[in-house]
């Protein structure tokens, strides 16, 4: 496993601007790549590219949801 892509979940929270419980939502709808480390209690680590194509996804539909203003 390469570690480097993996993170921890505050970590990853960070990465992407959100807050923990946003990735744990995530990772209940299965809509991260995320697993519980064997032997740490507590310790989940969610895949780095995973989390940011969920936030860019999350921001695309916020950004194009019916009642708000189009941006120029």
């Given at each position: 496993?390469?570690?480097?892509r993996?993170v921890?979940?505050?970590e990853?929270?960070?990465?992407?601007?959100?807050?923990?419980r946003?990735?744990?939502?995530?990772?209940?709808?299965?809509?991260?790549?995320?697993?519980r480390?064997?032997?740490?209690?507590g310790?989940?680590?969610?895949e780095k590219?995973s989390?940011?194509?969920c936030?860019?996804a999350?921001?695309?539909?916020?950004?194009q949801s019916p009642?708000?203003?189009?941006?120029?």
């Amino acid at each position: 496993m390469d570690l480097v892509r993996w993170v921890t979940e505050r970590e990853a929270a960070e990465l992407v601007n959100r807050s923990p419980r946003t990735l744990r939502v995530w990772r209940q709808r299965g809509q991260v790549n995320a697993f519980r480390q064997v032997g740490i209690r507590g310790l989940i680590l969610y895949e780095k590219d995973s989390v940011r194509e969920c936030a860019a996804a999350q921001a695309m539909r916020l950004h194009q949801s019916p009642g708000r203003p189009p941006t120029e």
